[in-house]
């Protein structure tokens, strides 16, 4: 299957599209104070970047750092969530500037990569401690967003496995209806009185909704913070809760 990185057209149109990206942020009011002046090596790093995560050469890994330098030039920076609402909105707008592809799996799979690095960067922008620090410490691989249907789904045997008792568990065949890009984290579920099951997409900061008769799998809502727990009411009200631990607020 074609990666990313080939669909958009390789590392020539990733670095055009970085290029008027880091300018678009160079000229903006509420970025320009977390880049300053901006850096002669940026442009080369974000390329290398977004290269490497789409699925083209790892020089960024084997050359610039890797993630450890990521997480090295975030620290401190205290990132609000205004600054990463902007850096998300003109990443996607340089994509149209440039005339990177606009199919729609493309364009999901380009947001939620920019999306998920912007949650990422916020928490290691305010991490006190090595602890508070988002659980990643290599560049991610991203990949076509999953769809689910018939077609995609997929069976698995796990073997058998002792249990904690000594006893000998074989585990229920498993069918997997739905999945998301490496780097996701869908944390909970809750399921309505139709069946519909609601999953809470955290490294996503929303919501998506698979319908078990259809097999489709959607967004159902978004959120300014990532969302953690979900529950229906009696009356069939869902209510969902969230936040970021020292950045977003929590919310119910």
Not at 11 to 20: G, W
Request: hydrophobic letters at 40%.
């Amino acid at each position: 299957m074609e990666t990313l990185f080939g669909h958009a057209g390789g590392e020539k149109a990733i670095r055009r599209f970085i290029e008027v990206f880091y300018a678009s942020i160079l000229a903006d009011p509420v970025l320009q104070p977390l880049f300053g002046k901006g850096q002669p090596t940026h442009v080369d790093h974000l390329t290398a970047f977004d290269v490497e995560t789409f699925g083209g050469p790892d020089r960024f890994t084997r050359e610039l750092g890797g993630f450890d330098h990521v997480i090295a030039v975030h620290r401190n920076l205290m990132i609000t969530q205004e600054q990463g609402d902007r850096f998300i909105s003109l990443y996607m707008s340089a994509a149209d500037k440039v005339g990177l592809p606009n199919d729609a799996s493309f364009r999901q799979a380009l947001r939620e990569h920019v999306e998920f690095g912007v949650q990422v960067a916020m928490q290691n922008s305010h991490a006190k401690t090595d602890d508070e620090l988002y659980p990643l410490r290599e560049v991610p691989k991203w990949d076509w967003p999953a769809q689910a249907d018939a077609s995609t789904a997929t069976h698995r045997v796990p073997e058998a496995f002792s249990g904690h008792d000594g006893g000998r568990w074989d585990p229920a065949v498993c069918r997997v209806v739905a999945s998301w890009p490496h780097g996701s984290f869908a944390e909970n579920l809750a399921v309505d009185s139709d069946g519909t099951v609601y999953v809470s997409l955290h490294s996503h900061n929303r919501i998506e909704r698979y319908d078990p008769v259809t097999e489709k799998l959607e967004t159902f809502a978004e959120f300014p913070a990532p969302v953690t727990g979900l529950a229906f009411a009696a009356d069939g009200t869902l209510w969902a809760s969230g936040g970021t631990v020292f950045t977003a607020p929590g919310y119910v």
